[in-house]
Every structure is written in C-alpha cells, then in structure tokens.
C-alpha cells in the first residue's frame, strides 16, 4: 500500500518585546537562573496580570503579513496542567476567542514548487519555564526566568505532505516574523521553535490519520529529520498490524528517533476557561490602523520589485530579501547611486564572499553603502575594469579610503583612449610575429594569448571592450 503523510505545524515565536506578556519582568535572554521571574510570573497570592500592549501590536503585524483578520476583541483563558517548570499550575493562553484568525502563505521549495500552507490561527500565550537536566547530577532543576515571556503561537492546517515542504513553511514563517520585527528567529535561544503534528493515512484517501505530535524541534534539519523518521515509523506500525496512538513524543537527535513522552491530551483535558484576571483584549480600529501603516514593506512584494523595477536577477533578489537588513543595505547602495544590476552581483557575489572570510556579519561590513557605490559608479563610466575593481575593493576593505582615492594613488585609471589602445596593440603584434601569422592561418584561439599579453603589458588597466575590439580589427585585416 502506498501511504501519505499529513503535516501540521505549531509555531512558537518569541515576541521581541522589552517585559513580559504580564509582568514588568525583563523579556531577555541569558540572564543568571530564577533573576527575571516576578511575583506575577510566578502566580503569588494578591498579583494581577496586565496584558503588554507591544505583544498585541505584534500580533497584528503577523495578521497583516498572513492576510488573516485580527480579532477586535479576545479573550485570555487559562489552561491547566501540573509540571515542574509551570510554577501556577496554569497557563495563560487562548483558546475560544484568538487574536489571530485564518489566513495562508505560500512557500517556495527548493525545486521551484510552490505550497500554499493554510494557517488556522495565531494566539497570544505565555511560556512556561525550563527544566534544566545537566546542572545537578542526578536532579532536574528549574530555571523560572523563561516564565511568562510572550509568545505567538502561530498554527497551521494539515496541509504538507512531506518534511521538504514542512521545512519550506517553517522556513518561510521564520523569515516572516523577523521580517516584520515580530521575532528574532534565533533557534538556538529558543525564540522560534516547532512542534510537529504528523500523521500517515493510504494514499488518496481523505481522512486523517491518528496524529503523533513531535515536541519542541529548534533546527530545520531536526525538524525533516523527525518528520521523516516518525513518518516511517508509523508505516511500518500499521504494516505489521499495530495502531498508532495520539501521545507527544520527542525527537532524539543522536539516536535519530523520536521516542514517546505522554500521551497526548485533548482541549478537554486542559480544562480551558476564561481567565478571571483578565477581562477581554478590546482594540479600536486607529490602533490597528497606525500598525498596518507602519509595516514594512512585505519580503515578497520588495522581491518582485527588485526584479521588475529594479532588473535584478531572480535568485539573487531571492538572497537580498533573504532579511530586511541586507535588502536595506542593498537599497541604501541605490539611493547612493549604485547600478542596481551591477550591485545586486556584487554583494551577492564579493561582499558575501569576504564577509564570510571575516567571519562578519553584514552589519559589521567595512564599507558602508556610499563607498561601495562609488566603486560600482567607477566601474559603469569604464574609469577601471572588473578586474580593477577587484584590486580596489580588496583596498577599500582593509582601509577607510574612497574608489576614487585609491584609483588615483595607485593609478589604477582604465586606458580607454583608441589611440593608446591602437599603439598598445602594434607593439604586441609586432612583438609576436609568429603568433600572429599563426592566427591569421586559422587558430583564432590565439586570440587570447595576444589579449594577455596586452594586458600584462598593461598592468591590467587596458579597458578589455576597445582591446578586443581593435586587436580582432588588426589582426583580421
């Protein structure tokens, strides 16, 4: 029989807020354990939560982005469950009323298919804290700092069938939420995380399958890796006559397995209610107004126009709106007066090549947007050739010094003047008799041999167009 998985992904992202969903506490990353949990994250008699209003406008920034509609009025529930790392045996979240309702994306694979990834919902909730299993030999302990940091949980529709396009949605999301200053995306602090959601039923059939889901995954590569190993798994489960049970399992990177950790509860079994804490998230429309106008412009939209209006190549406008800060950085270039097509080939290609040499990001990059115009403009008005620039650009990186500065230190100008070229050209001609017999006897190839030694005789400054141009006029006459 042949089988079909069925996919469904939850997105947990960080909002990139200064304080808590709740509290006052600090939204941050790496503090020493148990120093940014408060009062309120950790549910002491006689505190009250209050909802951040940043975390709403967060959420209307993803509605926007999804093409979804953004609740004017939700409501926070709590869900009760009992672990070591929840210090007030609930949750904050949202169940009935979310902030975010349906909307979709599409999501490009890597052999140029395209998938279109429903989305169910997106709701505001709060993360628990963390158990820690490798500070005290033997124990678990608990670090609290993580309690009640804002999160959006992003839910999608069962609609990918395979681990490529499970990884080109996560992909996709994690781009989009940085894009629009929702998250940092930054997997490895667990500001972006999936749970996967995975199922097989007989190929054509339309009926889901019993779902197994897959916790916690914080790369891509464990993401397919999980997906396609619980996928096999549960064939080969139903193939020798067993069944597959809902439960949560977790995926073991060294074994390359998932193994089951609970069974997995239904709604009922969180005992959801409003919290009463907490009346409903009411917005008026001029808050969501102001938001939607100071949105970005979205990844695929600035894409296209560095396609269509701009002349960028496809894939390398793929790269420049990989983040808003090198497609930034690309536009600051143009604003500069850099050739948009000539650019876009010399950051993709030079200035990522260096900067991964550096080990540097592009925020660190030596040149700034204007000097790197100024080599680019030096290049379109033919003052110094491709190869030139090269020798140019190596410069500028290792100083604070202009194209034109170094240019004219080094003398590095392109001749372009016929007459020179022309002279240039004779002395190499006549310089190379047999050469130049032999070529005009038919090995054209030789061509390349007189170009060579033109530029060697040159210093690499002729300007290649004009040497080709009157070295095939010479030698052809």
């Known amino acids: 029989m042949s089988w079909e998985c069925v996919i469904g992904l939850e997105i947990h992202s960080r909002l990139l807020t200064e304080s808590k969903l709740f509290s006052g506490a600090a939204n941050a990353f790496g503090a020493e354990p148990n120093r940014q949990a408060c009062a309120v994250d950790l549910g002491l008699p006689g505190v009250l939560p209050v909802p951040n209003r940043e975390a709403v406008a967060h959420a209307v920034r993803l509605a926007t982005a999804i093409g979804a509609d953004f609740a004017r009025r939700s409501v926070f529930a709590r869900k009760n469950y009992f672990y070591p790392d929840l210090p007030k045996g609930y949750q904050i979240s949202q169940m009935a009323l979310p902030v975010v309702g349906p909307g979709s994306v599409e999501c490009a694979l890597d052999d140029g298919s395209v998938v279109t990834v429903g989305i169910t919902r997106a709701h505001l909730e709060e993360d628990a804290g963390k158990s820690v299993h490798d500070l005290v030999d033997g124990s678990t302990a608990i670090d609290l700092n993580r309690a009640g940091t804002p999160l959006l949980e992003i839910v999608s529709e069962p609609d990918m069938r395979s681990a490529a396009e499970a990884v080109a949605y996560a992909r996709h999301m994690h781009a989009l939420v940085r894009w629009v200053g929702v998250c940092d995306g930054n997997m490895q602090e667990g500001s972006f995380r999936c749970d996967a959601n995975v199922s097989v039923r007989p190929a054509g ?59 997995k509860e239904e709604a009922n079994d969180y005992r959801y209610f409003p919290d009463p804490d907490l009346p409903p998230v009411v917005v008026d429309e001029s808050f969501v107004t102001a938001i939607v106008e100071a949105m970005p412009e979205l990844q695929h939209t600035r894409r296209a126009r560095f396609v269509d209006a701009l002349g960028v190549a496809m894939a390398e406008a793929s790269i420049l709106t990989s983040d808003r800060a090198t497609a930034d950085w690309f536009e600051a270039s143009i604003a500069e007066g850099a050739p948009a097509r000539l650019a876009s080939t010399w950051l993709v290609g030079e200035v990522f090549a260096q900067l991964k040499r550096d080990e540097l990001e592009l925020d660190a990059c030596p040149l700034t947007p204007a000097r790197f115009a100024g ?90 167009g004009e040497l080709n141009r009157i070295l095939k006029s010479k030698l052809d006459g």
């Not at 069944?243 to 397995?257: G, H, I, M």
């Not at 050739?385 to 034109?404: H, L, P, Q, Y």
């Open 205 to 263: 059939s339309t009926e889901l399958g019993t779902r197994a889901e897959i916790k916690n995954l914080n790369s891509f590569r464990f993401l397919e890796r999980a997906i396609e190993h619980e996928f096999a798994r549960q064939v080969e489960l139903i193939e020798d006559g067993g069944t597959v049970v809902q439960e949560t399992r977790l995926y073991d990177p060294d074994a390359d397995e998932t193994r089951a950790m609970r069974s």
């Open 375 to 464: 080599l680019l403009q030096r290049i379109e008005d033919d003052t110094i050739s491709g190869k030139i620039a090269k020798r140019v650009f190596e410069s500028m990186w290792a100083s604070s010094d202009t194209a034109d500065e170094i240019i004219e230190r080094e003398g590095l100008k392109q001749i372009t003047d016929t007459g020179a070229i022309e002279t240039l050209v004779d002395e190499i001609i006549a310089a190379n008799p047999s050469q130049a017999d032999e070529y005009r006897g038919g090995k054209t190839k030789l061509m390349g041999y007189f170009v060579g030694a033109a530029m060697k005789a040159s210093g690499g400054k002729v300007n290649p």
